[in-house]
T-cell receptor, first 114, second 113 residues
Framework: KAGVTQTPRYLIKTRGQQVTLSCSPI?????VSWYQQTPGQGLQFLFE???????NKGNFPGRFSGRQFSNSRSEMNVSTLELGDSALYLCASSGGTDRRAPLHFGNGTRLTVT | KNQVEQSPQSLIILEGKNCTLQCNYTVSPFSNLRWYKQDTGRGPVSLTI?????NTKSNGRYTATLDADTKQSSLHITASQLSDSASYICVVSASNAGNMLTFGGGTRLMVKP
């Protein structure tokens, strides 16, 4: 069974630009959640999608948005990039109905904003 | 405010030795506590998940304990191997928050030969 796939693995963008990251969950998983990881703040929850609907949202500004498609693939968009948005962005998938189920993480997209 | 604190921040041990990592949390209402291992440049991998009623769970050489009364958890690694070098992250879920998790800052473990 293929794992969670995130593309691209690396991105370099300029301040003010926007970026779209992609996440393909494990086949059959309906929940996809997104996280930002930085050396200073650690891992922080961005949002979760389940069956194309946003189910939870973390404490991030509106510049961070996402969506989920009918095949459960998800995209995350960051508009008007700031230097502080440089981070590793991780997505994770799970079945979505059992809160105790483990999250399966992808290897992330490393975003650098210059 | 929900918080998860881990100690120590970093740890160096010799191959073959045991070690214990600590996690204290103030997440409420508690749903479950998870330990993840994250190798450099990769996503976290689940080691254990414990609910309120579970006080010990093992996964090979990894044994997690949970004391829900004191809101503390530990991860014990037995007979460490070089491949255990990684960050270990404690994550706590609140029962009213779905998959919205609170992450600890992690313990960076280095196992030396």
């Amino acid at each position: 069974k293929a794992g969670v796939t995130q593309t691209p693995r690396y991105l370099i963008k300029t301040r003010g630009q926007q970026v779209t990251l992609s996440c393909s969950p494990i086949s059959g998983h309906r929940s996809v959640s997104w996280y930002q990881q930085t050396p200073g703040q650690g891992l922080q929850f961005l949002f979760e999608y389940f069956s194309e609907t946003q189910r939870n949202k973390g404490n991030f500004p509106g510049r961070f948005s996402g969506r989920q498609f009918s095949n459960s693939r998800s995209e995350m968009n960051v508009s008007t990039l700031e230097l502080g948005d440089s981070a590793l962005y991780l997505c994770a998938s799970s079945g979505g109905t059992d809160r105790r189920a483990p999250l399966h993480f992808g290897n992330g997209t490393r975003l650098t904003v210059t | 405010k929900n918080q998860v604190e881990q100690s120590p921040q970093s740890l160096i041990i010799l191959e073959g030795k045991n070690c214990t990592l600590q996690c204290n949390y103030t997440v409420s209402p508690f749903s479950n506590l998870r330990w993840y291992k994250q190798d450099t440049g990769r996503g976290p991998v689940s080691l254990t998940i414990m609910t309120f009623s579970e006080n010990t769970k093992s996964n090979g050489r990894y044994t997690a304990t949970l004391d829900a009364d004191t809101k503390q958890s530990s991860l014990h690694i037995t007979a460490s191997q070089l491949s255990d070098s990684a960050s270990y992250i404690c994550v706590v879920s609140a029962s009213n928050a779905g998959n919205m998790l609170t992450f600890g800052g992690g313990t960076r473990l280095m196992v030396k030969p």
